[in-house]
C-alpha cells in the first residue's frame, strides 16, 4: 500500500465530510486552562497562522510526539529509532513468493514490484536522541554495519539475495514503546487530549482499527472493543517520564519483537524501578520477581538460591559488557515452553501450601487509594456498582462500569473511620472509603475514578497512597493461629467475619486487617505503613514456622484463583464485557434504585438477554491450557479461552471462556449443561467437562473458616 497515496484518500474522504485540512502550518502550543474544580482541558491549538478554538486534540506526530505533548504538559512514552529496510533489484521468478518472516533471523522479505523489501528489527538498533522539528519528511543514510545483520538473515533464507543488487534504502525515524504497543487514548495529564501515536513501525497495518475506536473513545468517552493493551492509561505516571526505562523497555521491546513469544517470560530491560519495602527481604529468601508497569512482584520462590536482578545490559551491544552467569535470566529461560513449565511442581508446592497449611503472599503493588471529600459517599455510589452504604468496618468487592455495562475495574472497597494522619490510618471528614485495586490495572482503576468525579462534578478527592504501603496476605486453613499468636484482637468468626476490616495491633504496629482472600481460603491481608512492613512481615514468618506457613508468589495466586473461579480482570473481564455475562450480578445493585454508571446498559441487557456466559471448563488429560484455545460444543466452535492454569488440589487443568449460541441466540444455563464440550489446542481437542458452579469448594465453606 501506498503511504502518501492512503494519507490522501483519507483527507479527501474527511473534506467531503466537512473537515478542513490545513498544511504547512506549524503547532506552536497547546492551550491548556484549569476549571473550577483543578481540572486541567484543552482549549485550543496555537499554529503560525491563529488559534484553532477547541476542546479536543489528537497527537498523532510519530517520533515528534512527545514534543507536542510536552506543549501540554502531557508524557508520551516513546523512543525514535532509525528504523530501515531495502529494496532489490529485480529477482527471477518470485512473483508468486508470499511474504516472509524469519523470526530466528529476525527478517522480514515481501514482494515490491518485481524486488523484495528486506528489513528486520537489529539488536543494536540506532537510537535517535534529539528529534529534530525541522527533520519531518526527511531520510537518513543507512548504516550498513548495523543493517548487515538483515542482508545475512535474508541470504540463509533465499539464497539469491547473495548475488542480487539494491536498488534503493529507506531509513526513517520511527517511534517505539516500552512494550512494542501504540499509545492511544485520553492522556491522564489533561482532558481533552488525546493519544494516537507509537505504533512502532505498525501504523499502517493498524491505522484502520485505531481511527475507529479513537473516534468512538472521543465522541462517546471509551472505545467499543477492549484497547486496554494501547490505553495510555495502562502506565503509571511514574514510568511516563522515566527516560532510563523508556529507552531500556523500547530497545528490548524492539530487540525481542520477532522472538517467540512464551507465557511466563518476563523483561530484562530497567528493573528495580519500583519496590516495594518487602523487595529485598523477599529477593533473598529466594524471590523469582515479575515485573508489572514498574513494579516488582513475587512470581515463585526458588528455594535453592537467590536471583537478584542486575542492571540491563542492551545485549551487549553499545559498548556495555553483556551480564555473564545470570541465575535470573537462567530460570526463565528454563521456562520458555508452551507446556507445563520446569518449575511447574515448585509452583504446586506453594499452592498446596496454601490450600494445607498457610501461605504468604506480598501483594504490596496493588493501587492503594482514598476517597473522601464532602461528595465522597455520592461518587461511590455512581462509580461503584456494588452497594456503598455499609457500615464503616465492611468491605466491600465490586466493579466499576463503563455506559454500556463493561468492566472497566474490579476491586475491594472499605468504609474506613477517620484516622490518625498515618497512610494506613488517614484523617477526613464525613465518609471515607479505602479502594484498592490490583498493581497491574491501579492506573487504569485511578483514572477510570477521576474521569467519573470529574464528568459528574463531585466535590471530593482520591489520594494515592500506592508507594507509601506495603500489603500481605496470609492464607489457608492455619492462617487464624498464626495471626492469633500476634494480636489481641480476637479472630473468630464472630467477631470478625468474612469481608469486614479493623485496625488491630501485630505486635507494637497498627496495621489494617482485611479478612478477604483472593485465592479461596481462610486469610487476612495486612496493610500497612512502609516503615513497618519488615517487622510485622518477620513476625508473621515466625509465628507460622511451627505451622508450615511459606512464602507464595503471583504464579501460585493466579492457579489458586483460578480453580476457585475467581475473576482477573482484562482477562475474565473486560471492559467489553458485562458483569452479567461474566458471572458477577451479584456485585451490581440492581434490587436498589440507586443509580451508578452502567445501570441502564445492564438493565437493558438482562430485559434482553445473555448472548454469552464465561463458563469454566476442565480436562482430565494432563495438558497444559494457556489461553486463546478454542472452545467445542456439540463440534461446533462457541468460543475461545480466555484465562487457563493447572489447579493443583484438583489435579486437574481448568479454563475460562465465553460461549456464544452458534445461531446468535440468548445463551441460557439450559444451554450451557446440555452440551458436549472439547477444547481445541494446536489442533487437538481434548474432551472437556463444563462446570456450572466452581469446581473446588463451591459452597465457599473455606473462606468462611468451615474445613
Known amino acids: ?15 467531503k465530510s466537512g473537515a478542513k485540512v490545513v498544511l504547512n502550518c506549524n503547532v506552536t502550543g497547546i492551550k491548556v486552562t484549569e476549571d473550577d474544580m483543578g481540572t486541567r482541558r484543552v482549549q485550543g491549538v496555537e499554529t503560525d497562522a491563529g488559534m484553532i478554538r477547541t476542546n479536543t486534540v489528537v497527537n498523532a506526530c510519530g517520533a515528534w510526539s512527545p514534543y507536542v505533548g510536552a506543549m501540554a504538559g502531557v508524557n508520551v512514552p516513546l523512543l525514535a529509532m532509525r528504523h530501515a529496510y531495502i529494496v532489490s533489484e529485480r529477482i527471477e521468478g518470485i512473483q508468486n513468493m508470499p511474504n516472509v518472516r524469519d523470526h530466528d533471523a529476525s527478517v522480514y522479505l515481501k514482494l515490491q514490484g518485481d524486488g523484495l523489501s528486506i528489513g528486520g528489527y537489529e539488536p543494536n538498533p540506532l537510537f535517535w536522541d534529539k528529534v529534530e ?4 519528511f526527511s ?46 487514548g485520553e492522556s491522564p495529564e489533561v482532558r481533552g487530549f488525546y493519544l494516537n501515536c507509537g505504533f512502532n513501525s505498525s501504523g499502517m497495518m493498524l491505522s484502520g482499527g485505531a481511527g475507529w475506536q479513537l473516534a468512538e473513545w472521543i465522541v462517546n468517552g471509551r472505545p467499543t472493543i477492549d484497547m486496554y493493551s494501547f490505553d495510555i492509561r495502562r502506565f503509571p505516571s511514574s514510568v511516563t517520564d522515566n527516560q532510563k526505562w523508556i529507552k531500556e523497555r523500547s530497545h528490548e521491546a524492539y530487540a525481542k519483537n520477532y522472538a517467540m513469544y512464551f507465557p511466563h517470560d518476563e523483561p530484562l530491560a530497567s528493573r528495580g524501578l519500583r519496590k516495594d519495602a518487602l523487595h529485598k527481604v523477599l529477593e533473598d529468601a ?77 501483594m504490596s503493588y496493588f493501587g492503594k487509594f482514598y476517597l473522601t471529600g464532602p461528595d465522597s ?27 454500556r455495562g463493561g468492566v472497566e475495574g474490579d476491586l475491594t472497597v472499605s468504609m474506613i473511620e477517620s484516622g490518625d494522619g498515618r497512610p494506613v490510618e488517614p484523617q477526613f471528614e464525613g465518609r471515607g472509603f479505602y479502594v484498592a485495586v490490583g498493581g497491574g490495572a491501579a492506573e487504569q482503576g485511578k483514572q477510570h475514578i477521576l474521569t467519573a468525579i470529574q464528568d459528574k462534578g463531585f466535590n471530593c478527592q482520591l489520594l494515592d497512597h500506592s508507594e507509601d504501603m506495603c500489603m500481605i496476605s496470609i ?18 468468626n464472630e467477631n470478625f467475619p468474612f469481608s469486614t476490616q479493623q485496625m488491630i495491633k501485630i505486635g507494637k504496629h497498627t496495621v489494617r486487617a482485611m479478612r478477604l482472600s483472593f485465592v479461596g481460603e481462610l486469610g487476612w491481608e495486612l496493610h500497612m505503613d512502609n516503615d513497618v512492613s519488615v517487622e510485622v512481615y518477620n513476625a508473621v514468618m515466625a509465628a507460622g514456622a511451627d505451622h508450615g506457613i511459606v512464602n507464595a508468589g503471583y504464579r501460585a495466586i493466579d492457579s489458586l484463583s483460578i480453580e476457585k473461579g475467581y475473576r482477573h480482570w482484562h482477562a475474565d473481564i473486560r471492559p467489553d464485557d458485562t458483569p452479567l455475562e461474566g458471572g458477577l450480578a451479584f456485585t451490581c445493585k440492581l434490587k436498589s434504585d440507586v443509580p451508578f454508571l452502567g445501570r441502564e446498559a445492564l438493565e437493558k441487557q438482562k430485559e434482553g438477554g445473555l448472548k454469552r456466559r464465561l463458563a469454566c471448563f476442565t480436562i482430565d488429560d494432563h495438558e497444559a491450557l494457556l489461553g486463546f484455545e478454542a472452545i467445542w460444543r456439540n463440534d461446533q466452535i462457541v468460543g475461545f479461552i480466555r484465562r487457563a492454569d493447572y489447579g493443583f488440589a484438583i489435579g486437574k487443568s481448568l479454563a475460562y471462556g465465553y460461549v456464544t449460541h452458534p ?13 458436549k464440550y472439547a477444547i481445541e489446542k494446536m489442533g487437538i481437542k481434548f474432551a472437556a467437562e463444563i462446570h456450572m458452579k466452581s469446581p473446588f469448594d463451591a459452597e465457599n465453606n473455606r473462606v468462611k473458616g468451615n474445613y
Open 286 to 362: 529466594g524471590c523469582l520477581y515479575q515485573e508489572r508497569h514498574g513494579w516488582e512482584r513475587p512470581g515463585w520462590f526458588n528455594l535453592e538460591s537467590p536471583a537478584p536482578l542486575k542492571p540491563y545490559d542492551y545485549y551487549g551491544y553499545y559498548g556495555i559488557e553483556a551480564n555473564k552467569d545470570y541465575a535470573y535470566g537462567k530460570l526463565l529461560s528454563d521456562e520458555y515452553t508452551y507446556d507445563f513449565p520446569k518449575h511447574h511442581d515448585k509452583i504446586g508446592k506453594e499452592c498446596l501450601s496454601c490450600r494445607n497449611d498457610v501461605a504468604v503472599f506480598n
Open 475 to 492: 492464607q489457608g486453613p492455619k492462617s487464624r493461629a498464626v495471626l492469633q499468636a500476634l494480636t489481641n484482637t480476637d479472630l473468630s
Open 377 to 403: 459517599q455520592a461518587a461511590a455510589d455512581w462509580i461503584f456498582s456494588n452497594d456503598m452504604t455499609k457500615n464503616e468496618g465492611s468491605t466491600v468487592y465490586t466493579c466499576m462500569l463503563n455506559k
Open 1 to 15: 500500500m501506498d503511504p502518501a497515496g492512503y494519507c490522501t484518500a483519507l483527507s479527501r474522504a474527511a473534506t
Open 663 to 675: 445461531d446468535g441466540k440468548t445463551v441460557t444455563a439450559k444451554f450451557l449443561r446440555e452440551g
Open 133 to 136: 522539528n525541522e527533520f519531518a
Open 139 to 184: 531520510l537518513f543514510e543507512l548504516d550498513w554495519d548495523v543493517f548487515s545483520v538483515h542482508i545475512d538473515g535474508a541470504i540463509n533464507r533465499v539464497p539469491v539475495i547473495e548475488q542480487t543488487g539494491v536498488k534503493s534504502t529507506v531509513c526513517g525515524p520511527e517511534s517505539f514503546t516500552a512494550d512494542h504497543k501504540a499509545l492511544i
